[in-house]
């Protein structure tokens, strides 16, 4: 069991350069999310998937895109980065509803110069 | 914005004491959850307590919830320098299950 996954692991961007992080979890879960995390600040939801087929926006969702490829799969797409975006980003995973935990990926650290 | 905000900002103890953090929200919640996360990695589940529920024990954690104060504090007990992390607490809302994560308490426990 690999719990949460993500891809790439440390990524260097030029402003105006797009690019997709790739996430998968192997736990059966509905519901995946993607955050982000600068410092001294704790996680700002992006965009959530409560079930396949289905995805909001969370907190901070200007500049981002999100597809939900089917149940496993959740990739965040930076159509045209910017130095603000920055940041080291978190996808996780639960199951649907209240009184779950999330599980959450190591993280993919985004440099955008 | 975020829901949860963490007091202290960072703690340093030495090992064998306690370490004590709070966590103070704004609006009515379904359940509070604290996690772990160590230097460079990804965040882990440590408890959740349930809005019903004011206290809860999970090995040397013990968390209490005050929703009348809108607050709830993690202690660790008997620190060891594995327990050196950020916190967070994390609050899901009444009608809504997407948790909101406050800011997090450093913690640093020396040898």
């Known amino acids: 069991n690999a719990g949460v996954t993500q891809t790439p692991k440390f990524q260097v961007l030029k402003t105006g350069q797009s690019m997709t992080l790739q996430c998968a979890q192997d736990?059966?879960?509905?519901?995946m999310y993607w955050y982000r995390q600068d410092p001294g600040m704790g996680l700002r939801l992006i965009y959530y998937s409560a079930s396949e087929g289905t995805t909001d926006k969370g907190e901070v969702p200007n500049g981002y895109n999100v597809s939900r490829l089917n149940k496993r799969e959740f990739s965040l797409r930076l159509e045209s980065a910017a130095p603000s975006q920055t940041s080291v980003y978190f996808c996780?995973?639960?199951?649907?509803?209240?009184?779950?935990?999330?599980?959450f990926g190591p993280g993919t650290r985004l440099t955008v110069t | 914005s975020q829901q949860g905000e963490e007091d202290p900002q960072a703690l340093s103890i030495q090992e064998g004491e306690n370490a004590t953090m709070n966590c103070s929200y704004k609006t009515s919640i379904n359940n509070l959850q604290w996690y772990r996360q160590n230097s460079g990695r990804g965040l882990v589940h440590l408890i959740l307590?349930?809005?019903?529920?004011r206290e809860k024990h999970s090995g040397r954690l013990r968390v209490t919830l005050d929703t009348s104060k809108k607050s709830s504090s993690l202690l660790i007990t008997a620190s060891r320098a594995a327990d050196t992390a950020s916190y967070f607490c994390a609050t899901a809302g009444s009608n809504d299950y997407k948790l909101s994560f406050g800011a997090g308490t450093t913690v640093t426990v020396r040898a």
């Open positions: 996780a995973s639960s199951e649907t509803g209240h009184s779950y935990e999330q599980y």
């Open positions: 307590i349930r809005s019903n529920e």
């Open positions: 736990m059966n879960h509905n519901s």
